[in-house]
């Protein structure tokens, strides 16, 4: 598929445009110069109109939420941002229909049908839809996108850390088995669900670590950080709930095989990124905070070195609803659909 | 002066470029296709990158702060962001040069001098450049940028008051002393420097009003609504702090002189904006709230009735960085320039 | 009753004790030199130990909740924390069995029935309770207090605003019908149940007013004024929501009678409240804020002139769960009871 | 010193009595039943009131600020909160006139002077008053007290951190040299000073680690722990700034040396801490949070088994401000003086 053209627009909808994830994608397809919004759908709220469940886009996009079926129809390109489980039928109708369908759930980031099983008490239905689908952060995956129609939209958590630590492992330099991430994220990443947890007088003030060792995410981190050092690597992880918006900050803990000094690291990260517009690699003495990377596509990264223990800190930011979700998906769209690969994602970061 | 084109871009400087305005100006004409940034000072920071003061722009833009000179010299058009009693020289180069001055400071908003002596105990010491200048909330006063060069932005507080107000005075319905005005403002508002007010622990978690009574933009919203009037209009403002970073929400209490309705009311006010794509008129019912308007120029407007008291309510929320200062004032650049009015602040509000 | 001595403690119970009123209660009467919690009930969580469901209180109260006839049964004093509409069976088997009952709701707060009706659309079936229960705040009505034994603890704005105002109308100074009160109200007001605007990500960065002149504390506002004055008193009250977890702020603009100064005014205050511990007058100059009363039963009031236009500003500070709440209800249970009025409400606010 | 009635109260003196643990020191001191306040000191404020530095204060405590001399000169027992370098005359005086010294900052935790040469850059000038000195958690070091004039109250990380690892080192479970400590603290833990990172609009919404490695609070963690292992152990610590007020959550990272599970290590640490009221090790399943131990003396401690690697995950929660500051200063006092140890500082946290 190419649009190479403003003129031919691509026609995209959303499955699931009410949640945060979905509701992000429709604010920055907007302002998307090669994209239509060609259908929306909500299961809870069809029929009514967006600006009516978020008033923000009162005026600037009102269109009456519909279901998925009308979404298929109507688009080349079909997001779908659904509770895991329930993507297989769309991707299927998508891939029969050429359309190309880009997955900001889970169901589509785990190559290990196992994985899947273990992680999400699931089997993968559709077995052959699986072996189709790729999944691509784009700054490691790339060229994987050639042709496919299926995309497995990276999770928020994966994202940070896999871009934090890819530059160690294809280099072969951390050990492999001793991997220590503490990562916090902002309370959108829970989702516009109500829960005693995210209810403001109780998550306000407060923070604590939660599903610690056993968030979903692990399976895809260790996917990811394997894939790239050829060989296996396992983590600890622990996820934290943060009294902020948005974004996500991942401390990375890693021993080093060798005693590489921390000018060497840094060159070999800048290297590694110097064609990527979205990872910004840190002067010495910097430190990545997600404020820096607040509503935008970027991710910030910092390295420091624990001289005393010949430890390596690497500090990860991004925003978790753009890099770590919707902008990432946008991101793969607009490579997919060989449109500039930063199309609608280019919004800075606000400086307050 | 007129830019119909994108190929000869305008030249654009700031002067004072590192406070919260200035940098946010930045932010906002770095996406301007119309402008290229000329030069960027700073007092305390010349010499230095804006990067290192804000790391969001890193490898964004990573320009060197000069001094006003290299600003006044490189620039077509001029933003000063400076403390007020400051600007008048620069106004003046700028004239003399025939290039476009625009004020986000307190300097030329006040058309009468007694009241500039009075609430910031200064002199107009070039009387002629304030004949000169114009005061402009597009949506109130467009038609007076005309061949001006010399424009004084408005303040934030009385941005959201005005546009909030102006239908009830334009048509004389208001009971003209008897105006009650209870603002709150995010902290940004109170700008980079330092204080123990806005230290973090001192001001999260904390909520009181300030300068009560004696804020130095009540002559500025008696100017605007006197001038709608075109009768004296006197008000009690009394504007708060409040523990978020951007945003004014202003709660207006109004004795109607007669007993319009409610729907009437709206009514004329969406008739009042209805060319205006960043006024946003309410439904009857909804509510004005920040969280609707931050980080985007729109400017949200609910009305409400206390049947028991004839008394009407009005709420309007902006951001006060945006269209409280700098997007306003890319608009008032936009007009004069001739370039279409809501280039580079169409920027939707996040829904998270 | 009277307890004067701390050997036979007062059996306390709490109907209600897992909304946040109640766990208030519960953490304030655990400090309590002269009672015992005898037991408190949940509907939600009956057979759960409240610590289960706060576990804050692990260790320091780890009582299982029971249902409301155990409550009643063990008790001497009876707080009930519920949803309006469910108080009258509680009160008047407290009173068939010589017990005293505090009701922290709104089911004894209105002396006028047809108010009842008006503002929360229900009857009062036992009339001859309403009777024979009191409203008090009790810097305003201790005398009333004598050998009652149901009470009606004020509402959290009310107790703001009326001892805001208190003085103003006993000395017959403000204009009756042209009072304005913006309130600002902390998110545990909202309580501990679930809703969209109390969900983290959509109420942090957020504010916005609610329930514009028609909240259900009106007439109890100005039942109280109107009391003080010995006239009808009618106001225009807005409420707003405020992204922090305590405090109500409330800024009142009244227009004066006579051309009183600020001394004259301070003074009076300072008189009225001499021998009140919890209300403290500030000298002039001095702000109210949230910040200064968090966590503590004490009222804040600071009053300011706006001498443009003849109109007192007092604005008025408290913590809504003690003063606002749990606070006064335990001054209330102190007076009746005979005990020190200040025990276990003399808690200091943290600085930071 | 013996202080077994109330009627010869304590004379106690703060030096610093401004700052943040200087403040929070006088409101817990101020509930103390044994204590009389002798004399407050400031540097910035002498001759003010201490209410007018801190309004929340007003008519609770109004005592006028004084200088260091008149502290040592009113008190039997003297409290500093000092810039690091400053303690040691006041610690001589106070050791000849017979007082206790009690010192919040750095200067009296260090045991090893080299230590304290290495990460403060500073020698001891009086080396016999740091052989007189004690440091002291009390769960851990409570002994050590007995006959003490100085103590070194432990820092706000080290106290969280020593308390959740205490166990597992005294029993000889975790590998000493792979502990990965990663902190999380609220923002008074950086004080009252001004910072361009502890502004408002800088901190809020923005989270990021700093001091990376290199904060001066691991020497005195690796003691406490080398002490309790009786061998050297050495920690890779990472703090974090949380834009909250309150709070240090510790999540540790232990490779265990055996294969113990969960039950087993829970047994150990509720076992270790059964006669300590001040920690409470939650059950398994349950997790560590800040909010759960706000404005108390309490520390948290939750453990977490990562199955897959055999990481022990230590989660621990204080109060900064309390069991990292003032509460714990005050255990050390009652200790000292022969009080009940839990005497002031027994508040419970409020729920919300």
Redesign the interface.
Known sequence: MKYNTTDQKIKVGIIGATG?AG??LL?LL??HSYVEIAALSSVSYEGKSISEV???????CDDVLTNEEEVLKKSDVVFASLPHGLSEPFAKKCVEQGKIFIDLGADFRLYDEKDYNEWYNLPYKEKELHEQAVYCIPELHRPLLKDKKIIGNPGCYPTSISLGLAPLFVNNLAVE??I?I?S?S???GSG?S???M?????????????K??VHRHTPEIEQNLSGLAKRKV???F?P?L??????I?S?M?VDLKENNNIDELLSLYKEFYKNE?FV?V?DKG???????????NYCEVSL??????N?L?V?S?IDN?VKGAAGQAIQNMNIVCSVPEDTAI???????
Chains 1, 2, 3, 4 share one sequence.
């Open positions: 945060y509701v992000e604010r907007l302002s978020y008033p923000n886009l009162k005026e600037i088995d001793r220590i503490d916090k902002g309370v959108s516009r109500l829960s005693q995210t209810h403001y007088p109780d998550c306000n003030e407060a923070f604590a670590p939660y610690i060792a396992t983590i600890t622990v934290h943060l009294p902020v918006n948005r974004g900050l401390t803990y517009k910004r840190l910097a430190i990545a905070n997600i404020k820096n990377v607040r509503l935008s420091h070195k624990d001289e005393r223990t430890r800190i500090v930011a609803m280019s919004m800075i970061t606000p400086s307050v």
